[in-house]
């Protein structure tokens, strides 16, 4: 689960199924530096579901520059997502106003009248299959359901989603989670820069060979 560790960050490869705050609560009983700082020290956050990069301070300083440099939108992330349909264009630029859902406490939708809150997404098509694409995506802002909610919005919803997937929409196989993995993230610790990757999970892996 460890990608990587030296006496500032920690960083985990994050299985699909764990909260974030539950993995910090547990992680902070193997790495000590972690039991004194806020939420032991968890820079940011990614979905339940969600599988991939995961990024810890390890020291109150660092802590503090990590979430500004996420603040400042400074920190590059990547993302693979298997989405419905094929896409119409190979690469784009999403924008689009984001607001809570109504009376879905969880839910993310775009805001017509673009009174929410602006976000924006970058993506190009790794590869096509009959009824998916395979995608790289890089949200330069880091809103709540992002990217789940910026593709459903497209018409294009992540497989397995069942919070954004649409009701007449058919996943490759019986899935108990979304297809999305935090791939790639590029920081800044003590001036210098550092980059880490994370393959697709094994349960995500195999759903790309089933359809090759």
Same mark, same amino acid.
Request: net charge positive; glycine share 6%.
């Given at each position: 689960? *460890?990608? $990587? @560790?030296?006496d500032?960050?920690?960083?985990?490869?994050?299985?699909s199924?764990?909260? &974030?705050?539950?993995?910090a609560e547990?992680?902070?009983?193997?790495?000590?530096?972690?039991?004194?700082? +806020?939420?032991?020290g968890?820079?940011?956050?990614?979905?339940?579901?969600t599988?991939?990069?995961?990024l810890?301070? *390890?020291? @109150?300083? &660092?802590l503090?520059n990590?979430k500004?440099?996420?603040?400042?939108?400074e920190?590059k992330?990547?993302?693979?997502?298997?989405?419905?349909?094929?896409?119409?264009?190979?690469?784009?630029k999403?924008?689009?106003?984001?607001?809570r859902?109504?009376?879905?406490?969880k839910?993310?939708? $775009?805001?017509?009248? @673009?009174?929410?809150? =602006?976000?924006v997404?970058? $993506?190009?098509?790794?590869d096509?299959f009959?009824?998916?694409?395979?995608?790289?995506?890089? +949200?330069?802002?880091?809103? =709540?359901?992002? %990217?789940?909610?910026?593709?459903?919005y497209?018409?294009? +919803?992540?497989?397995?989603d069942?919070? $954004?997937?649409?009701?007449?929409?058919?996943? +490759?196989?019986?899935?108990? =989670?979304?297809?999305?993995?935090?791939?790639?993230?590029?920081?800044?610790?003590d001036e210098?820069?550092?980059?880490?990757?994370?393959?697709l999970s094994?349960?995500?892996e *195999?759903? %790309?060979?089933?359809?090759?």
């Open positions: 689960m *460890k990608i $990587y @560790e030296d500032d960050i920690l960083v985990i490869d994050k299985p199924g764990k909260v &974030v705050t539950d993995l547990e992680l902070k009983e193997e790495v000590a530096e972690l039991k004194s700082l +806020p939420r032991y968890l820079a940011h956050r990614i979905d339940k579901e599988s991939g990069i995961l810890f301070g *390890k020291n @109150e300083k &660092v503090k990590i500004e440099q996420f603040k400042r939108r920190v992330k990547k993302y693979i997502c298997l989405v419905w349909r094929r896409l119409k264009e190979k690469e784009g999403i924008v689009t106003s984001m607001r859902g109504g009376d879905r406490r839910h993310q939708s $775009y805001d017509k009248k @673009e009174e929410g809150r =602006r976000a997404s970058f $993506y190009k098509v790794l096509f009959e009824n998916y694409s395979l995608i790289e995506v890089l +949200p330069v802002t880091g809103r =709540r359901h992002q %990217i789940r909610s910026q593709f459903a497209l018409g294009n +919803p992540i497989v397995g069942s919070l $954004y997937g649409f009701k007449d929409q058919k996943d +490759p196989v019986e899935m108990d =989670r979304h297809f999305l993995h935090s791939s790639f993230l590029e920081i800044k610790v210098k820069v550092k980059r880490f990757e994370s393959a094994e349960d995500l *195999k759903i %790309i060979n089933k359809l090759e």
